[in-house]
């Protein structure tokens, strides 16, 4: 998987020749043009420790000085090479960020947080103290422990379990942390609309009670996952591929895919339809509301609308169905 940082990493730190992806170790991988100079960049995860700090009773959230209002999450720093152990490296991160002593009160788990390709080592520790913000944090928050809504990324699964062993039963994952998901929408309760997730993506669908996945892109499309019949079956959700040829959909397309979210309501699942960018799925759900649920096609057209405007090849594809309405 490229991250951030290597898709900024284009020359040999040893020799300053080009980098190109090119096999080792099972996966593509940076690796030096010169074959004498044998450099891989292995992207190996960084560890991260996290601190679900307690103090007087309650949770403490934070905000950093570079996220947008209203979003808080754990007290988390890089583990640094001075560190003598993972634990210490948590209670040097709560007194740098909040000025506050603290001890370990248990270790909570590990937890991998593929878009920064980092490893969380998370910890419960309870604090004293006054709170003094560092440079880092913008403001903090105090949150009894039954009102933390988890989130659906690494430090928030972190929360879910902490929850859980406290013996509190935790609210459901805040789908907002979702939106992150190129043109992801929420049609309604129970049919989300997206282009193409990443794998740490569909976990987080996942978390939030996503059931089945259907996919409307061909197996070649733009950042399509190789493996995503594996990734989505792994986590115990339905897959369902219906290849839609961007430059030719096809009524039987439209007819699968209506019977899917047929049988997807009757036994009331959850469902993310995908493709690409949510261009075909977002005209097959137009046409599924207004033909099979009997939506007002001005309705329907709204979330459509806050994609694209269909080019005359959809735009026909869209006539031809209204114009013959029986569905499954």
């Given at each position: ?12 730190p ?34 991260v ?58 270790f ?33 928050k ?6 933390i ?16 062993r ?108 995908h ?25 329907a ?7 694209w ?20």
């Amino acid at each position: 998987m490229q991250t951030a940082m290597n898709a900024t990493l284009k020359y040999c730190p040893q020799c300053a020749q080009p980098l190109a992806l090119a096999a080792h170790g099972g996966t593509q991988r940076l690796a030096c043009t010169d074959a004498k100079c044998g450099f891989v960049f292995w992207d190996n995860p960084v560890p991260v420790v996290a601190a679900i700090v307690e103090h007087n009773g309650q949770v403490i959230l934070a905000r950093n000085a570079l996220w947008p209002p209203g979003m808080f999450a754990l007290i988390t720093g890089f583990l640094e090479k001075d560190d003598p152990d993972p634990a210490s490296g948590v209670l040097r991160e709560v007194e740098e960020e909040l000025g506050l002593q603290a001890r370990v009160a248990s270790f909570v788990g590990h937890y991998p947080f593929e878009r920064m390709n980092q490893l969380i080592i998370a910890y419960h520790v309870i604090a004293e103290g006054e709170v003094v913000l560092g440079e880092e944090l913008a403001e903090y928050k105090h949150v009894p422990f039954e009102q933390i809504r988890p989130w659906p990324a690494g430090t928030g699964y972190a929360v879910r379990d902490w929850l859980l062993r406290q013996g509190i039963q935790p609210l459901p994952f805040d789908r907002r942390f979702l939106s992150r998901i190129r043109n992801f929408r929420v049609i309604d309760e129970r049919l989300l609309t997206a282009g193409q997730p990443t794998a740490e993506e569909f976990t987080a669908l996942h978390a939030c009670g996503v059931d089945t996945v259907i996919n409307l892109a061909l197996n070649d499309s733009d950042h399509a996952l190789a493996d995503e019949r594996a990734v989505v079956t792994r986590l115990g959700m339905q897959y369902i591929h219906i290849p839609v040829v961007w430059q030719a959909p096809q009524r039987e397309d439209f007819v699968q895919f209506s019977a899917a979210m047929k049988q997807a309501r009757a036994s009331q699942k959850t469902v993310l339809a995908h493709c690409a960018a949510n261009k075909r799925v977002s005209v097959f759900v137009m046409l599924d509301r207004v033909l099979n649920l009997g939506l007002p096609r001005a309705i329907a057209e709204r979330d459509l609308q806050a994609i694209w405007q269909p080019d005359p090849v959809w735009a026909e594809f869209i006539r031809a169905q209204l114009d013959e309405p029986s569905q499954p």
